[in-house]
């Protein structure tokens, strides 16, 4: 049978609680003659740095770079935690997985699934993905701060916007929308980030090009926030910076019924390196430890690792049982189910 070697990060918070579902899932989905995930956990967060001091060491990163794919629940402590100021574990840990492995796209679909109330009134249908850019924009790093504490501190943070690195993410965009309902939607701030704004605008309508049959859209990221609370059916794929899609996503979470609901995939597509999947969401301190975490978009997450590893029939079973088991919850019978109880369902689900 194929082995498939796993690196696991549950992380901190509801992590470990969402991570165990996902697993959960993940062997029930597969019949173990056919595939064989071979796991490798690794304790990584705010619990080893308190610990050691580490976020990811070298080694850590060369062990995890050494597997198929990654699947990681969520890292950060709460929030103003003192015992973790001058640690950064979302930057050391997070941002240097999906830097050093070169995921350049995070691909954050939204769906709202049979059954799930929306918090809009007439959501309509819908079904899109954000192409969120994974490794520049200001995220890098690029900047510093100069009188530091002073009345005349200087702080910067610096968006970093290659035409390598706009190009490669645009097309990945492009190929989904071939894929899918032939429209993409670049949403920036032109108007006012001019040389960023203008490089990606100059990269869209270039590809584009090349891709007569889909239709292209622009849209500035504050009005992007009216259509997706409006009017979020008329986008198939969104493609936009990495700060951008960071906050869109977790809007368009929000939307489709819940963060709880909402899955990612940091992609290399070129697999040179891991790819990893996590839910949207973070580590959600305010309700970790007591079982109420939707395990959902962990186990998503895990539909979006199967279709990377192509196997889709797999994926298709995992989003139909937890499409089951939104159907049932929407019944009202099934409420207040604890994170290992929704597992438990929907594992039960992917074996019948
Ligand atoms: P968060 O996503 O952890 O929580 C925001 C809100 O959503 C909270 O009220 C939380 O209870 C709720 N929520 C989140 N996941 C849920 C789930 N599965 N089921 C039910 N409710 C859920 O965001 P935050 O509070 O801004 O961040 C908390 C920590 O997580 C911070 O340290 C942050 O840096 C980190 N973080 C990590 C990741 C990641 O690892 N990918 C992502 C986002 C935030
Ligand atoms: C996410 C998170 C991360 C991000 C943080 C924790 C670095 O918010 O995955 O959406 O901003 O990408
Ligand atoms: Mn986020």
Same mark, same amino acid.
């Given at each position: 049978?194929?082995?498939?070697?796993?690196?696991?990060?549950? $992380?901190? $918070?509801?992590? *470990?609680?969402?991570?165990?579902?996902?697993?959960?899932?993940?062997?029930?989905?597969?019949?173990?003659?056919?595939?064989?995930?071979?796991?490798?956990?690794?304790?990584?967060?705010?619990? +080893?740095?308190?610990? &050691?001091?580490?976020?990811?060491?070298?080694?850590?990163?060369?062990?995890?770079?050494?597997?198929?794919?990654? /699947?990681?629940?969520?890292?950060? @402590?709460?929030?103003?935690?003192?015992?973790?100021?001058?640690?950064?574990?979302?930057?050391?840990?997070?941002?240097?997985? %999906?830097?050093?492995?070169?995921?350049?796209?995070?691909?954050?679909?939204?769906?709202?699934? *049979?059954?799930? &109330?929306?918090? /809009?009134?007439?959501?309509?249908? !819908?079904?899109?993905?954000?192409? %969120?850019?994974?490794?520049?924009?200001?995220?890098? =790093?690029?900047? $510093?701060?100069?009188?530091? @504490?002073? *009345?005349?501190?200087?702080?910067?943070?610096?968006?970093?916007?290659?035409?390598? =690195?706009?190009?490669?993410?645009?097309?990945?965009?492009?190929?989904?929308?071939?894929? %899918? +309902?032939?429209?993409?939607?670049?949403?920036?701030?032109?108007?006012?980030?001019?040389? #960023?704004?203008?490089?990606?605008?100059?990269?869209?309508?270039?590809?584009?090009?090349?891709?007569?049959? !889909?239709?292209?859209?622009? /849209?500035?990221?504050? #009005?992007?926030?009216?259509?997706? !609370?409006?009017?979020?059916? +008329?986008?198939?794929?969104?493609?936009?910076?990495?700060?951008? @899609?960071?906050?869109?996503?977790?809007? #368009? =979470?929000?939307?489709?019924?819940?963060? =709880?609901?909402?899955?990612?995939?940091?992609?290399?597509?070129?697999?040179?390196?891991?790819?990893?999947?996590?839910? !949207?969401?973070?580590?959600? *301190?305010?309700?970790? @430890?007591?079982?109420? #975490?939707?395990?959902?978009?962990?186990?998503?997450?895990?539909?979006?690792?199967?279709?990377?590893?192509?196997?889709?029939?797999?994926?298709?079973?995992?989003?139909?049982?937890? &499409?089951?088991?939104?159907?049932?919850?929407?019944?009202?019978?099934?409420?207040? +189910? &604890?994170?290992?109880?929704?597992?438990?369902?929907?594992?039960?689900?992917?074996?019948?």
């Amino acid at each position: 049978s194929r082995q498939v070697r796993l690196a696991v990060i549950p $992380g901190d $918070g509801i992590g *470990p609680e969402v991570v165990a579902e996902a697993v959960k899932v993940l062997d029930a989905v597969v019949d173990p003659a056919d595939v064989q995930f071979d796991k490798t956990y690794f304790e990584l967060g705010a619990d +080893r740095y308190l610990a &050691t001091g580490d976020t990811l060491t070298d080694d850590d990163l060369s062990a995890v770079a050494s597997h198929d794919a990654i /699947l990681l629940g969520a890292v950060g @402590g709460r929030p103003g935690d003192p015992r973790l100021a001058g640690a950064n574990i979302e930057r050391g840990l997070l941002l240097k997985l %999906r830097f050093a492995l070169d995921q350049y796209v995070n691909l954050r679909p939204t769906t709202i699934f *049979p059954g799930v &109330t929306s918090p /809009l009134s007439e959501p309509g249908a !819908v079904d899109f993905v954000v192409v %969120r850019e994974g490794t520049e924009g200001p995220y890098v =790093g690029n900047g $510093g701060v100069i009188r530091a @504490g002073t *009345p005349h501190e200087i702080a910067n943070e610096v968006s970093v916007n290659t035409a390598f =690195g706009v190009e490669r993410v645009v097309r990945y965009a492009f190929e989904q929308a071939e894929k %899918r +309902r032939k429209k993409l939607t670049l949403v920036h701030k032109t108007n006012v980030l001019v040389n #960023a704004g203008g490089l990606w605008k100059r990269v869209v309508d270039e590809v584009a090009a090349e891709h007569p049959d !889909v239709a292209v859209d622009y /849209l500035h990221v504050d #009005a992007v926030t009216i259509f997706l !609370v409006t009017d979020p059916s +008329r986008f198939d794929v969104i493609v936009t910076d990495n700060l951008f @899609g960071d906050i869109i996503t977790d809007l #368009a =979470g929000a939307i489709s019924g819940g963060i =709880g609901l909402a899955p990612s995939g940091n992609i290399n597509p070129d697999g040179a390196f891991p790819s990893m999947f996590e839910p !949207v969401h973070g580590s959600a *301190p305010d309700i970790a @430890g007591q079982g109420k #975490a939707d395990p959902t978009a962990a186990i998503l997450s895990t539909a979006l690792l199967l279709d990377h590893l192509g196997l889709e029939d797999a994926a298709a079973r995992v989003r139909a049982a937890v &499409t089951a088991d939104l159907e049932r919850r929407s019944t009202g019978d099934t409420q207040a +189910r &604890t994170t290992q109880q929704i597992g438990d369902a929907i594992a039960a689900g992917v074996s019948a």
